[in-house]
């Protein structure tokens, strides 16, 4: 019946009879149906939106105004709110406040993601441990079995990495929620300084992690074949209420322009004052940057089979500074069109995301360490290594071309990463149990915890089915719609 | 009532009394159902496997054998029969004939693909050309309106080497089927020679151009931000029905072992004996990579702005045919495992069907140029640059690894496909109803061909959306579940 309704406030010009100015989107509470009829109140259309992809349990709607009055007394004025006097504009405390709760929910995003990935990744797991297919070519054994899919390399790079990511994804927002809630003291004590770095990190980890489970579940849910597709596998439901996601809460292309953009007037900044006290990590980064960019020689991740991590979080964090100071050069000196830019800039937003990610993970290796018993560290450790060289090859001409990563060590990812998978094989199925996810959220007879994926599959097919328990009758001419129903289908054309 | 089965078929042996040989898989004509009361016969359990991701026209059953016993006479013994009198397997003809037929609808299947793609590059194309959003970040005029968003970059570059992918496709899948014609008229004269090819180049396309199109009505959705989720988008049920195609007709994981397969015994035929006859283009290739691999030098496809055909064609060929040899080195010089290969072996596949896409489409450049007129052979050029240097940039490190191309015009790519998109763009409504897709087809408001996007988004929601013709009443403790029906919501709950 109430709505809060967001519009533009035209108020009348200073200057100029008749004419107006518009002081941005504002909120306003409004009445829109009667009552008692429910019927929308004149000048007011109103309605669901009808079908979507997914996310049905969200009633989208649209609404149009015609010559429709609000008071003034319905504006919500805490931050903003027009003078009784002047008619004039007055808005009350910072105007970044507002980037306090985006930036907020921005942050959960990432902590969503990374359950909604562990979900998919646990489905295709547990199911790639059990099934089945295909002898080794190489075997000359008759008696061999055939090989569980998942000790395919070719199963493995798709699902692995994406194991690996979950715990990216977890640690990096366990560090942005640790984040926030700093920085909203230092704000609520008046001072904005940390809210723009805060506002930049969850806005390029919104549009790269959501990108990356979007895009992971499909992955996912290809990697296991024809009951992949079936509706036993429990990621058709996931995949399509997911797919909202790199669109919501600022379209993930769209906001990596805000990302670029405080990085490039934080790049404006360290080159004119390369030696000002470094507000913050990126600060710190640009500097060492800036102070190493003219004998910088590109490090080897992999030499000689041996995985250094301290050059994996160095190559990542070269390879974004090196990216803002492109764009800076690009739009500050150069001065090119910002829209020509565009890709390029978001080409940064990625790489200073995957920076943070990689980076927060590597520390969270040493912090975690002493709390954690057994194998963890070191299997956590092969994950965070697994999930960065992964990165690292797909983009690997960006890292050479920043002179980040040196173009031999590049040449050798493809087998390390095959031995990285190798290590993390006999831990996978350990490893999303300890995601704990419950098998009535999963909804999965592929990803069912105890491995019965037949039996619940033919349960699902032969005595759960509805279609299977009516017998139609092939014979379009016949009257008997449902055969030995005898009642000529008038059951069945009740319900039309 | 009567199915083809499928099954093995094993016989007994002769060395061994109670044992059995397995013949392999076997087709049967078998009875499944009572004809009048059309129940399974007994030993016979069949059903519907439920709901899948889409294809839902498509009714996918299962069906279990209990003891069941089928006549001699039920098998289909075109090309295998067993004997009567000695009970041994007689195979007539080629057993190779049997790809003939999967050969061709591996062709077929590229040819679906570029017009489903060519469904969402439509929907995609118009809908952006119409939609505003946001005046230029560089504009200074107050006057100036939003830009349309296929103005923006980082929207033309999920959707503009999208629509030139249609095209690559299309000139493939027409020489495939040209091809296919012409082998099938030397197999039928008993020569299987051509069709070890024509099975390894169906097999790698139907990988590659299945997952182009998969992931490219995806992506074209998103390119469409909130509308594309929505269900006037028209892209919801064509993406669901697709996703059976990068799994159905071999897996296109799977397959391209059967590519590389075929690429490792052409190379090794290459380097026994390098100047035989060439049968066919490959054989052509490889012998040419063999002969210049001491001293090749990498190309430059993009030098000081200019883009040369011939070094695109060149270094896709090239690359192909180094990928080749590495698997060649890898498989029968050093003796590796085949499943330690698979990634690499699969990374192969895809290489030398993007060699096919790119020499196609090339070929087709001067074949067609004749025919067409006004600036469409200009048009066609820009759309085989643009889906070429897009696959180039992104799998850079290929191309420079294997000294295909050189670092430094892998370097002058982004800004290249930028000014191709610049160039592409002002045709890019004309090209997609050059598809001339019909309405009733593309199902989609956004992607009406008379641009009235918002009118008929709003007819969808207001006007035809079954869901506003009611109005529900949102106390829950009244009975009247209907507003203003009188009939306390009978009307309703009888269709429950």
């Known amino acids: 019946m109430l709505q809060i309704v967001v519009a533009q406030l035209l108020l009348p010009a200073k200057n100029g009879a008749g004419s107006y100015d518009n002081v941005g989107p504002q909120t306003f509470i409004v009445q829109i149906r009667h009552a008692d009829t429910h019927q929308p109140l004149d000048g007011i259309a109103v309605g669901d939106i009808g079908p979507k992809y997914g996310y049905a349990s969200m009633d989208n709607g649209y609404m149009l105004f015609n010559h429709c009055r609000v008071p003034k007394s319905a504006m919500l004025s805490r931050y903003a709110e027009v003078s009784d006097e002047t008619g004039a504009m007055n808005r009350h405390g910072h105007p970044a406040v507002v980037y306090g709760s985006l930036t907020f929910v921005r942050g959960q995003i990432i902590m969503h993601a990374r359950l909604v990935l562990a979900r998919a990744v646990t489905v295709a797991v547990r199911y790639c441990a059990i099934r089945r297919q295909f002898r080794d070519r190489d075997s000359t054994n008759d008696g061999d079995e055939e090989m569980k899919v998942m000790d395919y390399p070719t199963v493995q790079i798709r699902i692995l990495p994406l194991l690996a990511t979950t715990f990216a994804l977890h640690y990096t927002g366990e560090m942005m929620h640790t984040l926030y ?223 980040a990563a040196a173009e031999d060590s590049v040449h050798a990812l493809p087998d390390a990463i095959l031995d990285l998978m190798m290590e993390l094989r006999p831990h996978a199925v350990k490893l999303v149990d300890a995601w704990s996810i419950p098998d009535w959220l999963l909804e999965s007879a592929l990803g069912r915890s105890d491995g019965k994926v037949y039996e619940e599959l033919f349960d699902m097919a032969h005595r759960r089915n509805p279609l299977n328990k009516t017998t139609f009758n092939p014979d379009y001419r016949s009257e008997e719609i449902v055969k030995g129903s005898g009642d000529k289908g008038d059951a069945i054309l009740a319900k039309l």
Chains 1, 2 share one sequence.
């Not at 904005?192 to 990356?212: D, Y």
């Not at 360290?270 to 507000?279: F, I, L």
């Not at 974004?320 to 910002?338: F, I, M, N, T």
């Not at 999930?387 to 001409?397: E, G, K, Q, R």
């Open 181 to 403: 809630h700093k920085s909203r003291e230092t704000i609520e004590k008046g001072d904005f300084g940390p809210l723009a770095e805060l506002h930049s990190a969850s806005s390029g980890l919104k549009s790269l992690c959501t990108m990356l489970t979007a895009d992971g579940i499909e992955t996912c849910r290809r990697a296991m074949g024809g009951h992949g597709f079936g509706g036993g596998s429990g990621l058709v439901g996931i995949n399509a209420d997911y797919l909202s996601k790199p669109t919501v809460e600022g379209d993930n292309w769209m906001i990596t322009q805000q990302v670029a953009a405080h990085l490039i007037k934080k790049m404006t900044a360290a080159v004119k004052n390369p030696s000002a006290a470094p507000q913050d990590p990126t600060d710190e980064l640009f500097q060492y940057y800036l102070n190493n960019r003219d004998h910088r020689i590109s490090q080897n991740v992999v030499c000689a089979g041996t995985i250094s991590d301290q050059s994996i979080v160095d190559v990542f964090q070269w390879r974004a500074a090196d990216l803002s100071y492109r764009a800076y050069q690009a739009r500050v000196v150069e001065k090119k069109p910002w829209t020509r830019l565009m890709i390029q800039l978001h080409t940064l937003s990625r790489a200073y995301s995957e920076q943070i990610l990689v980076t927060t993970f590597h520390n969270s290796l040493n912090e975690t360490a002493s709390s954690l018993s057994g194998p963890t560290p070191d299997v956590l450790r092969t994950c965070f290594r697994l999930y960065s060289l992964y990165t690292l090859d797909a983009f690997a001409s960006s890292f050479t071309m920043t002179i």
